[in-house]
């Protein structure tokens, strides 16, 4: 494969001459072109013999070979010139496109270099996503395999921890825990209260229940004992133990 000469490749230069953008019109912008610091432009092209041979750009199509025309103009910032192969009075074979915006000149890709650069970019990103995504796959015997993110703990300790929503008791719970409260209460009474905060608690007086008379005492326990001397009910005799027969 012969080596690319860079040289020939005009699709990432520009070139402007900032004396002619003043005064750039339809009448004069194929000799701006035509300046010899242009490399977009061909000496050997007709546009160079008409020049020379001071003659009208009618001339150039009775001619044959290369040549540059003006294909659009957009006064005052926008000029398309063409190069072309003129092969009859009737018949050329377009070669290259250039426009001038505001005075600078580009040469405008073809179609083959568009379709060529658009398809080298969508490869060049899905390649650096496949590399992207291996370098984060990791593999072990015992394990297979995983992904392992660089930025992924840093982001869970950044993130801000939220707090769990407590659950609502439902009736049953608050019922019963009441419940259990008050039991707990009257077991044990508190012994201190305090009126307002930051004062000193004061004791509570537990008032003592009274003790029942002994009277009453003695006379209950002689209820049950009255209970228990009641006669009994009769029990049945025995069973009567019979002779086995032989």
Not at 13 to 26: E, K, T, Y
Not at 54 to 59: F, G, N, P, Q
């Amino acid at each position: 494969m012969a080596a690319v000469d860079f040289r020939d490749n005009l699709l990432g230069i520009s070139w402007v001459d900032s004396g002619w953008v003043p005064i750039l019109n339809p009448g004069n912008v194929l000799d701006y072109f035509s300046e010899r610091s242009n490399p977009f432009y061909d000496r050997t092209c007709n546009n160079e013999v008409v020049k020379m041979q001071r003659l009208t750009l009618e001339h150039l199509n009775q001619m044959v070979g290369v040549e540059y025309i003006l294909l659009h103009a957009q006064e005052p910032i926008l000029y398309i010139i063409r190069k072309q192969q003129r092969q009859s009075p009737t018949q050329v074979i377009p070669m290259a496109d250039y426009y001038i915006i505001a005075g600078v000149v580009y040469q405008a890709p073809d179609l083959g270099t568009v379709i060529s650069s658009r398809a080298l970019s969508a490869v060049h990103g899905i390649q650096s996503a496949f590399d992207e995504a291996m370098s984060y796959c990791r593999y072990h015997p015992s394990k297979g395999y995983w992904w392992h993110f660089k930025d992924q703990e840093e982001r869970e300790k950044a993130k801000p921890k939220s707090k769990k929503k407590e659950e609502p008791s439902s009736l049953f719970q608050r019922h019963r825990v009441d419940t259990l409260l008050l039991d707990l209460r009257s077991k044990f009474p508190p012994t201190f209260y305090q009126p307002k905060p930051g004062e000193k608690p004061i004791p509570v007086e537990v008032k003592k229940e009274p003790e029942p008379p002994a009277e009453a005492v003695k006379q209950e326990e002689r209820e049950p004992a009255t209970k228990s001397s009641a006669p009994a009910p009769p029990s049945k005799p025995p069973p009567e133990k019979r002779a086995r027969l032989q």
